[in-house]
């Protein structure tokens, strides 16, 4: 006989994008989150902060009765979207 357990936890991923700043350190958004903006002094840390900011961002939806957004990655096994900017030159005719 299987007994059920309740859930405890809930595993959400999302996309951020980390922003380097000309100062240094890296500024933290989350485009699937309005409004959470981060900030981290090394890669490192900003990844970290951005989790944390997440979480919260997340609990206080939860706190408010407010839905919390599906995760927006259809699979953490696949590997993460590379994001570049590319500059070209135009002659101006």
Avoid: W
């Amino acid at each position: 006989m299987k007994r059920s357990e309740p859930i405890t936890a809930a595993e959400y991923s999302y996309t951020v994008l980390f922003q380097p700043e000309p100062e240094g350190g890296f500024t933290v958004t989350c485009p699937s989150l309005p409004g959470l903006v981060s900030y981290g002094a090394t890669l490192d840390e900003a990844r970290t902060m951005a989790a944390d900011a997440i979480a919260g961002y997340l609990e206080v939806l939860q706190d408010d009765g407010d839905p919390i957004p599906a995760s927006d990655t259809e699979n953490d096994d696949e590997p993460a979207p590379i994001i570049e900017h590319v500059r070209v030159k135009l002659a101006i005719a």
